[in-house]
């Protein structure tokens, strides 16, 4: 910047020679006309900089509110057929997390007294499970043409709240030789863990619903809780009543109210105090807010 100055100030003397060369000259630029281009210069490189407005820091965005951990449903696994194939299942769902099995020396017990032949069958033991034991989902593995290198493994999934049949899913045995029983166990365990995959995708679309299984004051008491990952402060919504809509599957009734889980009882039990809503009734299901 300096430099431009000083060659501006020549630029001046210079013209100024050239002024005092033609004074007789009218066109030519006079003395006068040189100091003021002069002082001109010299304050436009003097003035002081305006300086640059600051932007104010733009507000960061919102993070969205997280989401409320999933309720673990709990869930019954029997045998069909008697193949052998309920137990390992069980086990596999089990260590993939995400769900609470029933106890199944328990059901596999109950099972053998029940007749599970039909679908109808199937249904009406699942509503029992779920009114005697709080199940959520029933599923009823079978391998209907044996265990045998491509044959199918079946596993039935039942809503226990209605007794319906969600969804049928299937895998085939891995090929192994038929003769070679040493590959017949590894076999038959990644045909489990493959049809495991499948039963899970379709439990977690599942909607959870609990039961209030007991009403004393402003106390509501559900048949779930800590082993279901609820947490003091959940919303649950109250409905009374539902049915099974076919080829959907169950769908609640009318919303009577809202708790808010507020401790806990037991392993696997909680109470609730009441947000809105009046006259909750024992048997009146619950669902994630």
């Known amino acids: 910047?300096?430099?431009?100055?000083?060659?501006?100030?020549?630029?001046?003397?210079?013209?100024?020679?050239?002024?005092?060369?033609?004074?007789?000259?009218?066109?030519?630029?006079?003395?006068?006309?040189?100091?003021?281009?002069?002082?001109?210069?010299?304050?436009?490189?003097?003035?002081?900089?305006?300086?640059?407005?600051?932007?104010?820091?733009?507000?960061?965005?919102?993070?969205?509110?997280?989401?409320?951990?999933?309720?673990?449903?709990?869930?019954?696994?029997?045998?069909?057929?008697?193949?052998?194939?309920?137990?390992?299942?069980?086990?596999?769902?089990?260590?993939?997390?995400?769900?609470?099995?029933?106890?199944?020396?328990?059901?596999?017990?109950?099972?053998?007294?029940?007749?599970?032949?039909?679908?109808?069958?199937?249904?009406?033991?699942?509503?029992?499970?779920?009114?005697?034991?709080?199940?959520?989902?029933?599923?009823?593995?079978?391998?209907?043409e044996g265990i045998a290198p491509g044959k199918m493994v079946r596993a039935e999934i039942y809503d226990a709240m209605g007794g319906g049949l969600v969804r049928t899913v299937e895998s085939a045995i891995t090929l192994y030789p038929a003769n070679d029983q040493a590959s017949r166990d590894p076999a038959v365990s990644a045909t489990l863990m493959r049809l495991a995959d499948q039963t899970r995708e379709v439990l977690s679309l599942l909607p959870w619903y609990g039961k209030v299984v007991a009403v004393e004051g402003d106390r509501v008491y559900i048949n779930a809780g800590k082993e279901s990952d609820l947490k003091t402060g959940r919303l649950l919504k109250v409905f009374r009543g539902g049915k099974v809509v076919p080829g959907l599957g169950f769908a609640p009734g009318k919303m009577v109210g809202v708790v808010e889980i507020a401790g806990f009882v037991g392993i696997n039990g909680s109470y609730g105090v009441v947000r809105e809503g009046a006259g909750i009734q024992a048997s009146d299901l619950v669902a994630a807010e």
Do not use: H, W
């Not at 000259?25 to 010299?42: C, I, L, M």
């Not at 099995?101 to 499970?129: I, K, N």
């Open 1 to 144: 910047m300096r430099t431009a100055f000083l060659l501006m100030i020549l630029s001046f003397v210079f013209l100024a020679g050239c002024a005092g060369k033609g004074a007789g000259t009218s066109s030519s630029p006079g003395p006068e006309y040189v100091k003021e281009g002069y002082e001109a210069a010299k304050s436009s490189m003097t003035e002081t900089p305006v300086p640059k407005q600051k932007q104010a820091p733009m507000a960061a965005a919102p993070l969205p509110a997280p989401a409320a951990p999933v309720i673990k449903s709990r869930v019954a696994v029997l045998d069909v057929g008697k193949t052998g194939l309920a137990g390992p299942f069980a086990e596999i769902l089990k260590k993939s997390g995400g769900v609470l099995l029933l106890d199944q020396s328990q059901v596999s017990l109950l099972g053998r007294y029940a007749a599970l032949a039909t679908p109808a069958e199937r249904s009406a033991f699942s509503t029992r499970l779920q009114e005697d034991y709080g199940a959520n989902r029933v599923l009823f593995v079978s391998a209907p």
